[in-house]
């Protein structure tokens, strides 16, 4: 008898800590932080932040003291349209729960009231603020830019560049965005940018501040084949720093045919794996000085006929002309 109750009341114990099942009646979390954004004179969009457990909201407005269903099928937004200027407006949204979770419809969100423009939206945004850079090098750059401000939205940019002394859009860009990466500069180059905000009726703000990025220099190189002496063939490579900085290390790359063989070089170790080939600099030349520097290396080859010349020379990887 004593075995019994004590296992009875292990089991009241047990189903009293269990978790209650949910109920029809037990609503499901209600959908919060409703808001209205980007009101305009005939629109506005509603956001709200929604529960996993609910199949879909619905947005009910307010007429008079009566609340009637506007739309439903929605999952955290709903775009307005068709509104009356100069109208204030009250919205609030409910969700109702996935089938087979035994729960019932949300309480209401609590509501959110806007006034529609009274008229076309003629405002400007905000000026830019001036673009920054970034991911500079020889060739390329991304310009980078900080968000404006709009009275109804801000829906894009234009990315202007001065030519001389004339502004030009030579990029659009969603304002999700707010940057563009440039590719194919020419190096130890100045280009100025700036910026102009657009909303949806095409008000413009006024040219942020100019901002000017330079492309730092690069190394150049020259390349001269001599075959007066055919079979046996000279190549002459000329590299210059056009940088503010001294550059090294530095090599020379090229494509050497594998019936062309390796007689000796010139203030460089000669190498090649396959036909990939390297000229890399002597001790004490592997420095080539800043703004107009110059180092120069040569390889002696032979050749056997048919004849295919060497080709795809760079430097660093930067090709040679």
Sequence with gaps: MKRFLAVSVAVV??????????????????????EAVHVSDTGADLWW?????????????LAGSQWYEYRRNLTGALALTGLTPGVTYTFRVYSVPKP??????????????????????????????????????????????????????????QLQRLFGTTWATVATVA?????????????????????????ARNNQSARSSAAT??????????????????????????????????????????????????TGAYNATATRVGTAATLTPLP???????AGGVAVVSVGLYTVTPYTPPTNFSVNGIACR
């Design 100 to 157: 087979g979770l035994d729960l019932a419809n949300s309480e209401p969100s609590a509501p959110v009231t806007f006034t529609t423009l009274p008229g076309p939206d003629t405002q400007p945004p905000s000026t830019p603020a001036a673009p920054t850079f970034s991911a500079v090098t020889p060739t390329s750059f991304t310009v980078s830019w900080a968000a404006a401000t709009d009275n109804v939205q801000v829906t894009g940019y």
């Design 284 to 290: 004490g030349l592997t420095t080539i000085a800043p």
């Design 49 to 61: 932040n929604r529960n996993g457990a609910a199949a879909y909201d619905v947005a009910e407005v």
């Design 213 to 262: 990025v330079t492309t730092p220099g690069s190394l150049t190189c020259q390349v001269a084949l001599n075959t007066q002496s055919f079979p046996m063939i000279a190549v002459t490579v000329l590299v210059q720093n056009t940088t503010p900085d001294p550059v090294t290390p530095w090599s020379v790359q090229f494509t050497l045919p594998l019936t062309i063989s390796i």
């Design 13 to 34: 114990i047990a189903l009293t800590l269990a978790p209650a099942p949910a109920h029809a009646d037990t609503p499901v979390t209600a959908p919060s932080q409703l």
């Design 175 to 199: 304002p999700g965005s707010r940057a563009y990466a440039f590719s194919g500069q020419t190096p130890g180059t100045a280009y100025t940018f700036a910026v102009i905000a657009v909303d």
